[in-house]
C-alpha cells in the first residue's frame, strides 16, 4: 500500500468536469434514435424481413451494445463513448473508514493495477450501460401504451379495470399489477429517478461527491481522465502480437481461420475506437438528410438544371413551320380566337420523358399567356412571366379548364394547325384521353414549363395600378419608388459602378431604357416617413477576439447619389417584408390597425388556446390574399371587416397611408416588451454566427494548450500575428463590397455584385503574396520581440502552415459579402454550423488521436479555411444567391482604383479594433512563458463573453437607425434604453460566470497548475469589468445608430492609447505588477468609454438625431 500516501495529496487533475460527463453521455444517446429511425426507412423497403427486427430494436440493441461495450471495459476501462473523450471508469478503492478521497490514476502502474476493473466490475457496469437504460426504455414505453392511454380517457376507464376478476390466470394477474405499477408507483419512481441524477450532478459540480450519478455510487465506481499509465497500457494491449506457427496437419495460409481470428479480429475489433463515434455522427447526418427538405429541394433544383435533348418519340407532334412572331387573329367582337395550343415543339419532362402541355407568349405583354385577354388581379411566377391570378393558380393546381380539356382529348385540340388539318397522332389519340402520353402541366409554368418551387405559394401578386397595362414594368417602378433614398452611396462607388456599366452590351442598355421609360411613368412614390426609405442592414464585421469602441462600420458615408442609383432598390424581398412587418406591427400595437387574428363570436367568451395550425392556415391563406387585393372605397367597412386579418386593412397602399398619416400626427409609439422582441429575435441569429466563428481559433487554443503552456502560448502569439497582419487585413478590405455590392445591386444589374465580388477576390489573392512571406519569416520576426526562441520558432512554424489557408480565408471574406449584398445572411451561419464543428473534429484528430502534436492545429485550421469558401460556393449554386453570378468577365482585371480607395478607411478601422487589445499579448510574452500561456487563455475568455453584448449591439444600431430614419424619436429612445438593460443584463451574466467558476474555466484549456492558478487569480479582474464591457459596446452601437460613430471612434482612441496603453505598461512593468497590471489598463479604459459615451447619449436630443437624419435624407 505503498501508493496511498500519493493518492491523498495533490490536485486532483484526473477528474473530468461535469461538462465533459454530460457531454458523454448525450453523445452515446443519439446512437438508438438515429438507428431506430433508419431502420424504419429500411423497412419501409424490406417489411418482410426487417419488420421482426424493427418491432425488437430495444432487444437487438441491447444485446449489440453488450457485445460492444464488453469488449471496451475489458480493453480500454470504459464505454465507446467515454473512450472517445479520453476517460474511463476505476473501481472505488475502499479502506478503514470509507475510500480514499483522491485517487491520482496517472501516479503508476501499481495504481492502474490496483483500481483496475475486475470481471464482477465489469459485469455492474454492464449493467448500469446496458441494462438499466433497457430496463427503461421498456417501462417508459409501457407507461406511455397503459397508462398514459388510460389517464387521457379519463378516471372511469381505471375504476372499471381497478378490480381483478375471479378466476384470472398467472399472467393475467401479473399483467393486472403491472398495469397498476404503471399508473400508481411507476410515476414517482421515474421522478424520484432524475432527482436523484440531479442531485449527484450537482454535488459533482460543486465537489460535493466523486460520482456524478447514484448509480456509478452504488457500484462503487468512477469516472477518470486516462493517465499516462493508461495510455502505455492500451498501446501494449493495440501491439500487434506475433502469430505463431501452424499446428501439424494445418495450412498456414493467411486466410485459414485460427490466423483469421488471431490477426484480422483484434484490428477489427481496434477499429471500433474510430467506427462506432464516426458512426454517430454519419447516421446523425442520415436522418436529418431523409427528415429535412434539403435533399429533395437539392434534388430538384439539380434535375431542373440539366437539360436533356427531346427524345424520338412516335406520338410528338412534328415542328411547327409558322412563325413564332405570328400575330394572333381577333373576331369581329375583339376577342381573340380558341386558344388551342399552337404546334410548337413543347417541353420534355425530365423524369417521366413526356411532353408538357405549354402555352405560347401573347403578342402583347398586357394579355395573359392562358387565357389570352387582358390581365385581371396580375400575379407574376418565378420565371418572370406575368398571368392572371385566376388562371396561373388554377394551372399549377392542375385545374385549369385548358388542361383539363387536353388532357381528356377534348374537340377543339383534335385538329393542327388552321393551314394544315391532318391529324396526327401526338395531339390525338383514338380513346379520346391523352393519358400517358402527355403532361398536363400541373405545378410548372404555364410558357416556359419550368417546376414552380413551392406551388401556389411560389406565385407573387403584382401590384399595378388596374390601368397598366405593362404591369412587369410599373410593379418594378412602384417597387423601386418605395426604395427610394435608401443606403447613401457614395462618389466613388458610383464611378465604379459608372466604369463596369460602360462594359455592357447593348441589349442590357435597350432593356435600361425599356425600364426608364416605364419609370418615367410611374405613378407610385414612397411616403415621407416611410420606414423603407431608412432601412440599414446589420453589420456582420468579425470584431476579432476584442473590439474597440470604433463601429464596425464600412466606410464614410457621403450624401450624393447618382441618378442610377436612385432609382432601384437595395433591399432584397426578404428585407422588404420585414419592414412592412414591422410597420404593421406597430401600427396594431398602437390600436391603428385592427388585430390580426380576429375574434369570433361574442366577445364575452375567451379565446379558445388550443388550435390546429393546418387548418388555421388553410382557412386564412384566403382571406389574406384577399385582403393584399382589396382597395378602400366608399363601399368598404369603416373600421374594417371583422372576419378578416387585420380586419382587411392589411394592403400596401394602405398601410403606407395611415402610417404616414400617423408619424406625422405622432401616434406611433412603442413599449419596451415590444423592443425587447425585437432585440431578441435578431441578435439571436448573430450571437450564434459570431460564437460559431470565434470559435475557430480558439479550438486550437483548446487541443494545444493540453499539450504545455510552452505550446500554448506560441498558438496565442501565431493567432495575433495572424490576425493582424492577414486576417484584419482581409476584413478591413473586403468591407469596400458592403458598399460596391449593394450600390451594384441597387442598380438594377445583379451580375455586377459577382463582378465586383471577382474584383475583390483577385486583390485579396494579390494582398496574400505579402502577407505569406510575413508569414514565411515568422520566427525570425516573433524572434525580434519575444525572448524565448522556442516560442517563436513554433509560432512561425504555426504561421507557415497557416500560408496554405490563406487563399480560402480570402476567398470566404469577399464570399460572404457577396451574398450579404443580397440580404442573405443566414448563409454564413449555416456554414459555420458545418465548419465550427469540423475545425474541432479536425483538431482533436490530428493533435491528439493521430499524435501530431503542436502542428496538426495549424493543419486543422488551413483545411477548414479552405472548406468554408467551398461549402459557401454550394449554397449559393444550389440553395440560394447564384441569381448574381454572371459567371467570370475580365473586367474584374480592371477598375481596381475606387474599390482601393474604399477598402483602405475599412482597412484602417478595423486595424485599430485588432490591435487595441493584441497588444497584451505581445506585451505579456515578455513577462515569462507563463503569463504568456494565461494572457491566452484570459483573451480567449474575454473574446468569448464579448460575442454576446457585441450582436446586441450590432442589432441595437440597426433598429435605432431605422426608427431615427422614420422620425420616431420616442421609440427610438425607447429601444435605446431596452439596449442598456440588456447589456447590463449580459454583462452581470458574464460577471457571474466568469466569478463563480474561476477554479474550472481554466481546466479547460491547459491542464498546468501554475496557469490555472494565474489565470483563476485574474479572472475577478475580468469579471469585474465585463458590465462596462457589455455597456460600452451597447453605447457603440446607439452611437452608431445615431449617426455619430465619429465620437465612438473618438472615445475609444482616447481611452485606450493614451489612457488604457500607458497605464498596462506602467503598472505591468514600471510597478512590476505583471499581467495583473497589463489587464488593469483595459478594465479602465472600458470603464471611461462607457461612462463618457453613456453620459452623451443622456444627454442626446433626439429630436436633433430625427431632424439630422430628414437633412441627410433630403440631400439624397
Not at 449 to 454: A, C, D, M, N
Request: hydrophobic letters at 40%.
Amino acid at each position: 500500500m505503498e501508493f496511498l500516501p500519493t493518492l491523498q495529496n495533490g490536485i486532483d487533475e484526473l477528474k473530468p468536469s461535469l461538462f465533459e460527463l454530460l457531454s458523454e453521455q448525450q453523445l452515446a444517446s443519439l446512437l438508438p434514435p438515429s438507428l431506430r429511425y433508419l431502420l424504419a426507412i429500411s423497412t419501409h423497403r424490406y417489411p418482410r424481413y426487417l419488420l421482426p427486427v424493427l418491432n425488437s430494436f430495444d432487444e437487438v440493441y441491447a444485446v449489440l451494445t453488450l457485445l460492444v461495450e464488453r469488449h471496451f471495459l475489458r480493453t480500454y476501462g470504459g464505454s465507446f463513448t467515454e473512450n472517445f473523450y479520453s476517460l474511463k471508469r476505476a473501481r472505488v478503492l475502499r479502506v478503514k473508514g470509507g475510500e480514499v478521497p483522491r485517487a491520482q490514476l496517472g501516479a503508476g502502474d501499481s495504481v492502474r493495477e490496483a483500481v483496475r476493473l475486475g470481471s464482477g466490475d465489469v459485469w455492474k457496469n454492464l449493467a448500469v450501460l446496458v441494462g438499466l437504460p433497457w430496463l427503461k426504455r421498456k417501462f417508459d414505453e409501457g407507461y406511455d401504451v397503459h397508462a398514459a392511454h388510460a389517464n387521457l380517457l379519463g378516471p372511469g376507464y381505471n375504476r372499471q379495470r381497478d378490480g381483478l376478476r375471479a378466476g384470472a390466470g398467472l399472467k393475467e394477474r401479473l399483467m393486472f399489477y403491472y398495469k397498476w405499477f404503471l399508473r400508481n408507483v411507476y410515476p414517482s419512481v421515474n421522478a424520484a429517478y432524475y432527482f436523484s441524477l440531479l442531485l449527484f450532478n450537482m454535488a459533482y459540480l460543486f465537489d460535493g461527491t466523486k460520482y456524478h450519478s447514484p448509480f456509478l455510487w452504488m457500484i462503487g465506481t468512477r469516472i477518470r481522465r486516462l493517465g499516462e499509465a493508461d495510455h502505455r497500457a492500451i498501446a501494449l494491449a493495440n501491439a500487434p502480437r506475433p502469430v505463431g506457427p501452424a499446428r501439424p496437419g494445418e495450412g498456414g495460409s493467411l486466410f485459414s481461420p485460427r490466423n483469421l481470428a488471431r490477426s484480422v479480429q483484434p484490428r477489427l475489433l481496434s477499429s471500433l475506437r474510430i467506427l462506432l463515434p464516426t458512426s454517430i455522427f454519419a447516421l446523425k447526418f442520415l436522418e436529418w438528410w431523409h427528415a429535412s427538405d434539403f435533399a429533395r429541394q437539392l434534388s430538384r433544383k439539380a434535375a431542373e438544371n440539366i437539360e436533356l435533348p427531346p427524345p424520338i418519340l412516335p406520338s410528338l407532334p412534328p415542328s411547327s413551320t409558322k412563325q413564332a412572331g405570328a400575330k394572333q387573329q381577333t373576331n369581329a367582337s375583339g376577342k381573340p380566337h380558341s386558344t388551342k395550343p399552337k404546334r410548337i415543339d413543347p417541353p420534355i419532362s425530365a423524369s417521366t420523358l413526356l411532353p408538357i402541355l405549354t402555352v405560347s407568349t401573347p403578342p402583347s405583354s398586357g394579355l395573359c399567356p392562358i387565357c389570352v385577354t387582358t390581365i385581371t388581379n396580375p400575379t407574376a411566377s418565378p420565371t418572370g412571366f406575368v398571368y392572371c391570378y385566376t388562371c396561373i393558380h388554377r394551372w399549377v393546381e392542375g385545374t385549369h379548364d385548358h388542361q383539363v380539356s387536353f388532357m381528356e382529348g377534348a374537340p377543339d385540340f383534335r385538329k393542327a394547325d388552321d393551314d394544315d388539318q391532318v391529324e396526327d397522332e401526338g395531339w390525338n389519340t383514338e380513346d379520346g384521353s391523352r393519358e400517358g402520353r402527355w403532361e398536363s402541366g400541373k405545378g410548372r409554368d404555364a410558357v416556359t414549363g419550368r417546376k414552380v418551387l413551392g406551388g401556389t405559394e411560389g406565385l407573387r401578386r403584382v401590384m399595378a395600378p388596374p390601368s397598366s397595362t405593362h404591369p412587369i414594368s410599373d410593379f418594378a417602378n412602384d417597387v423601386t419608388a418605395q426604395m427610394e433614398g435608401f443606403a447613401q452611396s457614395t462618389d466613388i462607388a458610383e464611378e465604379s459602378i459608372a466604369r463596369d456599366l460602360e462594359g455592357d452590351n447593348s441589349e442590357s442598355e435597350a432593356e435600361d431604357d425599356e425600364d426608364d421609360d416605364g419609370d418615367s411613368s410611374g405613378s407610385s412614390t414612397v411616403r415621407q416617413f416611410s420606414m423603407i426609405d431608412s432601412y440599414r442592414r446589420p453589420s456582420y464585421v468579425n470584431p476579432g477576439a476584442r473590439s474597440t469602441a470604433i463601429g464596425p462600420s464600412s466606410v464614410p458615408e457621403r450624401s450624393y447619389m447618382s441618378t442610377s442609383a436612385k432609382k432601384h432598390s437595395y433591399l432584397s424581398k426578404r428585407e422588404r417584408e420585414a419592414v412592412r412587418d414591422d410597420q404593421r406591427s406597430l401600427l396594431r400595437d398602437n390600436n391603428l390597425l385592427p388585430p390580426k387574428h380576429p375574434r369570433s363570436g361574442s366577445a364575452s367568451f375567451p379565446r379558445p388556446r388550443m388550435s390546429f395550425p393546418a387548418l388555421q392556415k388553410s382557412r386564412s391563406t384566403p382571406d389574406v390574399e384577399a385582403a393584399v387585393d382589396s382597395e378602400i372605397s366608399e363601399h368598404s367597412a369603416l373600421l374594417g371587416e371583422r372576419d378578416r386579418p387585420y380586419g382587411g386593412l392589411d394592403t400596401p397602399k394602405n398601410i403606407n397611408r395611415k402610417w404616414s398619416e400617423a408619424v406625422a400626427a405622432g401616434k406611433i409609439n412603442t413599449s419596451w416588451q415590444r423592443e425587447a422582441k425585437v432585440l431578441t429575435k435578431s441578435s439571436a441569429p448573430m450571437i450564434l454566427t459570431f460564437l460559431l466563428q470565434y470559435s475557430l481559433p480558439v479550438a486550437s487554443i483548446f487541443t494545444v494548450g493540453h499539450i504545455g503552456k510552452m505550446e500554448l502560448g506560441a498558438v496565442s502569439l501565431a493567432g495575433m500575428t495572424a490576425s493582424v497582419t492577414g486576417y484584419a487585413v482581409y476584413q478591413g478590405l473586403a468591407t469596400s463590397l458592403d458598399t460596391l455590392c449593394a450600390q451594384a445591386y441597387g442598380s438594377g444589374r445583379p451580375h455586377l455584385v459577382g463582378l465586383q465580388f471577382q474584383r475583390m477576390l483577385y486583390f485579396l489573392l494579390v494582398v496574400t503574396i505579402p502577407i505569406s512571406v510575413i508569414w514565411a519569416f515568422g520566427t525570425e520576426i516573433i524572434s525580434l520581440i519575444v525572448p524565448e526562441a522556442e516560442t517563436a520558432r513554433l509560432a512561425g512554424l504555426y504561421l507557415r502552415i497557416l500560408i496554405f489557408g490563406a487563399p480560402g480565408y480570402a476567398a470566404f471574406e469577399s464570399g460572404k459579402h457577396y451574398v450579404q449584398a443580397q440580404g442573405i445572411f443566414s448563409a454564413t451561419m449555416y456554414i459555420l454550423l458545418i465548419g465550427a464543428p469540423l475545425n474541432a473534429f479536425l483538431n482533436w484528430l490530428l493533435v491528439w488521436h493521430l499524435g501530431w502534436g503542436f502542428i496538426g492545429a495549424p493543419i486543422a485550421v488551413a483545411v477548414t479555411e479552405n472548406v468554408l469558401p467551398l461549402l459557401l460556393f454550394l449554397y449559393v449554386r444550389y440553395i440560394d444567391g447564384y441569381q448574381c453570378w454572371g459567371g467570370f468577365d475580365r473586367r474584374a482585371l480592371k477598375n481596381w482604383t475606387p474599390m482601393i480607395k474604399l477598402a483602405l478607411p475599412g482597412l484602417i478601422m478595423v486595424l485599430a479594433e485588432f490591435l487595441a487589445f493584441e497588444i497584451l499579448t505581445l506585451s505579456s510574452s515578455w513577462l515569462g512563458p507563463t503569463e504568456l500561456a494565461a494572457q491566452s487563455v484570459l483573451g480567449s475568455i474575454n473574446g468569448l463573453t464579448f460575442q454576446i453584448p457585441f450582436p446586441i449591439s450590432v442589432a441595437a444600431s440597426t433598429r435605432i437607425a431605422n426608427l431615427i430614419g422614420a422620425t420616431l424619436a420616442v421609440p427610438a429612445k425607447t429601444a435605446a434604453k431596452v439596449a442598456i438593460v440588456a447589456s447590463v443584463a449580459v454583462g452581470i451574466f458574464n460577471l457571474l460566470l466568469l466569478s463563480l467558476l474561476r477554479e474550472y474555466i481554466p481546466r479547460l484549456f491547459t491542464p498546468d497548475p501554475d496557469v490555472n492558478r494565474m489565470v483563476a487569480s485574474l479572472l475577478p479582474l475580468c469579471a469585474t469589468f465585463q458590465v462596462f464591457d457589455a455597456v460600452a459596446a451597447a453605447c457603440n452601437g446607439i452611437l452608431r445608430g445615431l449617426g455619430r460613430q465619429e465620437i465612438g471612434g473618438y472615445v475609444g482612441l482616447f481611452a485606450y492609447y493614451v489612457v488604457g496603453i500607458p497605464i498596462s505598461f506602467g503598472t505591468g512593468f514600471g510597478a512590476k505588477w505583471g499581467l495583473y497590471g497589463l489587464w488593469s489598463g483595459p478594465a479602465i479604459a472600458l470603464g471611461i468609454v462607457a461612462v463618457i459615451e453613456g453620459v452623451f447619449i443622456y444627454r442626446t436630443s433626439w429630436d436633433r438625431a430625427v431632424e439630422a437624419a430628414k437633412v441627410r435624407n433630403a440631400a439624397n
